[in-house]
């Protein structure tokens, strides 16, 4: 009797070791998507890390408002963000998406708060306040993307499309934006450089508009640049975009989109310079789902052109093209194909940061043209 007692006892014992798997896998998730300042139909972050929140939770057979949500801060401050957090964890959510830069400091509070609970900060890192510590808590995956790669490409199609008058239009200049801008003028350069153009050749706007905001500024900004000669603008920042969109429908003019595909949103969208949200996000619930948290956990994870995590679109998702380079007059997608891949195998490897004396973070044009090794691009900075 004793010996059979036993081995029943042995046997309950690895049937639980094997049922906790290391206890590292998440068998039952409740996950709470929360905004920053825009809405999930902004267009933009929300709307690409919502997507990707649904995409898994559809995928898993999960309920909206049952095992999945978002909710938006009453306020976008760090209070506001970790009141949100806060609300989310009572109200049984044990993963939690925060998307930007908006949550860097309300996370690093929460790792600490709420240990058991499982972030995903995307283009972000946690640090106190006064940035004077960073750390990344292994309930935490970071997850950044290299804006500079997919700027770069934006900038490289239109000027190799035979524009020479760009404009740039950025929100506030964190580092996702200024990475955005960054690469944008170094991919009209390196396109004027091979088409063997002129010193000054590539004229460009370049300007912040202090906000993410879709108002009546922004688009009479836009305006103006239209008005002074920018054949295309990349609007990056959120709702800004629209703003842009709006003037460009007025001018008849051109737009370059930011973080999603904004092809469907207006006809005067030639391509967009997108980043893998809705991909990395469903990567890292997988990760969680299946035990292996660990690849992200704890560390920030880049998704680049090495990993498919930025690009301009190459497939039409609507059915009306086949051709996601048809508002081109002459790049394609073989012209892509050969600078993608070089970013790829970095073989091109653009600047993301540069020296700014000023503490907003907005470059001057000196700044610009010395700290990204401009020639034939001209920076007008607005």
Known sequence: MKKLLSILLILVMVFSFAACGGGDKESDMKI????????????????????????????????????????????????GCLAAIKLAVEGGSNVIVTPGFLFEVPI?????????????????????????????????????????????????????DGMTNLGFMGGMAVPAVQAFGYGYLQGAE???????????AIKVFYHYTGDFAENDKNKATAKTMYQQGAEVIFGCGGSVGKSVISAAAEAQAKTIGVDVDHRYDSETVITSATKGLGASVVSVLKSIQDGSFDTYAGKTTYFNAANDGVGLPTTVLDGSSDNAFDRFAKFDKDAYDKVFAKLADGSIKPIRTIDVANADGYATADELTKGLSLAKVTVTVR
């Open 32 to 79: 709470t998507l929360i905004t920053d300042k825009g809405n999930i139909d902004d267009k933009s972050f929300n709307q690409g890390a919502w997507e990707g929140v649904k995409a898994f939770a559809e995928e898993n057979g999960m309920k909206e408002n049952t095992d999945f949500q978002y909710i938006k801060p009453e306020e976008a401050s760090d209070a």
């Open 108 to 160: 690093y509070e929460a790792q600490t708060l709420y240990p058991e609970v499982k972030f995903i900060l995307l283009d972000g890192a946690p640090h106190t306040a006064d940035y004077s510590d960073y750390k990344t808590a292994d309930n935490v995956a970071s997850i950044m993307y290299a804006e500079e790669e997919s700027g770069y490409l934006a900038g490289y199609a239109a000027v190799m």
């Open 190 to 200: 390196a396109a004027a450089d091979e088409l063997g153009l002129a010193d000054g």
